[in-house]
């Protein structure tokens, strides 16, 4: 059944006639808390189970070494052993640069743990905006506050950046220049943080989904919502913590390019307005992240901690690195392709934050929340007006309307095409900035299966009705 909002109060009515009484809110139904029952168990593994994901832990790190290695010693060549006689010594400069360029060394220790408590420390007392969160099964279908003061920590952490490098009290050109050691500081955090929140977590008897496999466990999570008083741990480490370091890795090459030409280059200015889009994004509308798929139901394991404490941050940002280690001659573009590149990334932002703001709004609503937050920048299209939906068995609502209309992840091909932008800005220089944007498309593909399976086990014959409305997964009339 489709139905939409009522263009007058707050109520939801439907636009058949067998069944006009409002709701304001939902209610899970009978044969939705079964389902939600059986999603919340463990059933099958993910990622090719133990073995795929213990590759993956001792995978990812390497990759992260060998690629910031090629990019920062071998003008953004990929190298290999060109014989067999050869794998030892290659190996063997493989780890004397790691050894002597990326060791977690004192100052990286400091610059590390100084950002994560001081994001801590904000998040604790900073004022914020209070945001419920949607009903989560495993808690009964209650629902959980969240403190939404990332736009403040933020703009505080900005301005205290801003005075340390001015009075040369730690200079921002720093950061860029000990990227390698930095780099392996925070994958120890990763590592750490993703073990002990483990073992914490069953030592509290607080585990949910377990598989029994120890690795697996470790990989995935055993905590569903980990917190510090109001601090919720999983959505202050998905802002706080990776954004926040690429936004100031990119402004640190800036600093440098301006220290050694006395100008920033168009490429480098591109990916501060860049990082700062995205990272405002995630400030400005945190409201948005309680209504996620992964604050009510992913765990908080090795595949998000790690990703947001070292993966995102030292991955994202190569033609960063690269710009601040190479004459701009060697990535300099055409006015027009300037003008190309810029409104691409423009275009694609208004999309990515529209699309988000529009499903977050209309979940809200359906929780009887009207009144939404106002931080800068609010486009034009973020809230929708009578919005149609498919009301499900389950109790829930599936949004047909906006971009939601056209694509079942709108949001998804924005956000790729800012990933892939971010490759661009360098040309062809090297591919290694690329790295970004085929792996997010990787990750993006293999989210949307597991989600949409998910859904078909959800919503049943509700979903089949959605995807014959929607008919294209990502690009309308593509795929």
Known sequence: MVQSYGSTGNEL?????????????????DEGRKVDELLDKHQSYEFGGPAGVTAMMIGFPLLMYYLWICLWFYDGKLVYPTSIENIIPFLETMWA??????????????????????????AWVMPGYQQEGLPVPSLGYKTLMYNCNA??????????????????????????????????????????????????????????RMSGSFIYDVFMGASLNPRIGSVDLKMWAEVRIPWVIVFFLAVSGGCHQYEQYGYVTPN???????????????????????????????????????????GVPFTYVYSVVYMASHH???????TPTYVVLFTTLLTAYYIWDTSMSQKSRFKMQTQGITTFRNTFPQLPG????????????????????????YSRKPNYVADWTMSFCWGVVIGGATIIPYFYSVFFITVLIHRC???????????????????????????????
């Open 151 to 208: 736009l403040y920590c933020l703009y505080a952490t900005m301005l205290t950046a801003a005075t340390l490098h001015y009075y040369h009290i730690f200079r921002l050109t720093e950061i860029i220049d000990n990227y390698g050691h930095i780099m392996s500081v925070a994958m120890i955090y990763g590592f750490a943080v993703s073990f002990g929140m483990y073992f914490i977590t069953v030592a509290t008897g607080n585990q949910i």
């Open 382 to 405: 973020g809230t929708l007006k009578n919005p149609e939906f498919i009301q499900t068995a389950h109790g829930n609502r599936l949004l047909i309307s906006g971009w939601w209309r």
């Open 328 to 334: 701009p001659s060697k990535y300099q573009f055409s």
């Open 268 to 310: 480098m200015a591109f990916m501060i307005l860049a990082t700062w889009l995205y990272l405002n994004a995630c400030a400005k509308g945190e409201e948005c992240i309680p209504q996620t798929w992964d604050m009510y139901h992913e765990k908080w394991g090795f595949m998000v901690i790690f990703w947001n404490f070292a």
């Open 97 to 122: 640069h790691v050894r002597d360029d990326a060791s977690p060394n004192a100052y990286a220790w400091k610059v590390y743990t100084g950002l994560v408590v001081y994001q801590l420390f904000l």
């Open 13 to 29: 009515r439907q636009r058949s006639v067998d069944s006009p009484a409002p709701a304001k809110s939902l209610t899970t139904t």
């Open 449 to 479: 299966g597991r989600d949409f399976e998910r859904c078909s086990i959800k919503y049943g014959k509700d979903w089949e009705r959605y995807c014959s409305i929607v008919k294209y997964k990502f690009i309308p009339g593509v795929y």
